[in-house]
């Protein structure tokens, strides 16, 4: 290739990369240090509910800390989606519905291994609202999640089928998004689950692991999904990281 065309030919693919959203998306947008999002971003703030926080029913330890740095990190974002877990009161993933089973144990349904739970984020419960102080009023969707009685959705994306979506997807391609951003709780849960679920739906994905609590069931829970989610090219990155 001589000069001319091998310099046009990177130009091209360089180009290619920031429209499709190449490995490089990041080292892109980090070029000038820090992080500035803008239209082609958005931040998913997921499951910052009342039973995910100290006092509720499926307490993450630690889970209200990262309320004022979400409210924070939100103002960089003119793209803001919230989530909401929002189970029927019989629902599949609580342990009171299986005779003999406790929380934390696990079974087996048609789509495969559920975890069970307490019972948390009944829909229309004090329990499923938002935790309190967590303000982001410029947010223009909150996506519930978890609602068919029979499968759970860790994932903002797909349910545990793994067929059935939520519409998250489509609503974030028709408003050209191509970069997602996630915080919230729990991260081995529902945010691990939906970063990689973002990736499989043609995203890049970053979490941001400081605006994030874990619930690290077994005391290694954390570690592994983190490993699982950069194996499937979701990147781990701070607040701090952030224009
Ligand atoms: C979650 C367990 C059960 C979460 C939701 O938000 O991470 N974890 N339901
Ligand atoms: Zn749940």
């Known amino acids: 290739m001589s000069g001319l065309h091998r310099r046009s ?7 290619s990369a920031m ?21 082609k971003d958005v931040l998913i703030v997921i499951d910052v509910q009342k039973c995910f926080i ?11 800390e990262i309320v004022p740095l979400i ?22 993933s609580f342990a009171s519905q299986h005779d003999g089973k406790k929380p934390f144990e696990a079974i087996q349904l048609g789509y495969g291994t559920q975890v069970l739970w307490p019972d948390h984020c009944v829909q229309g419960t004090e329990g499923a609202d938002f935790a309190p102080g967590l303000s982001i009023p410029h947010a223009t ?5 978890g ?17 059935t979506l939520t519409g998250l997807g489509g609503y ?49 829970g954390l570690e592994a999904a983190w490993k699982d989610m950069v194996a ?6 701070q607040s701090t990281d952030l224009a």
């Open 147 to 163: 609602y068919h009685r029979d499968v759970d959705s860790y994932s903002a994306f797909l349910e545990a089928d793994k067929k």
């Open 172 to 220: 974030l391609k028709q408003r050209g998004v191509q970069n997602c951003y996630f915080v919230g709780l729990a991260t081995d849960f529902c945010v691990g689950w939906s970063a990689i679920d973002a990736r499989a739906a043609g995203f890049n994905a970053a979490v941001l692991e400081d605006a994030c609590r874990g619930i690290n069931l077994g005391g290694t």
């Open 54 to 64: 100290p006092g509720g029913s499926l307490a993450v330890d630690k889970g209200d």
């Open 141 to 145: 969707l909150v996506i519930r999640k």
């Open 19 to 39: 429209l499709t959203g190449g490995a490089g998306w990041l080292a892109q947008a980090m070029a000038a240090g820090k992080i500035a999002p803008g239209g």
């Open 71 to 92: 409210n924070a990190i939100a103002k960089k974002f003119e793209n803001v989606v919230l989530t909401q877990d929002w189970h029927t009161p019989d629902h599949v």
């Open 9 to 15: 030919f990177l130009k091209l693919a360089a180009g």
């Open 232 to 237: 499937k090219g979701v990147k781990r990155i």
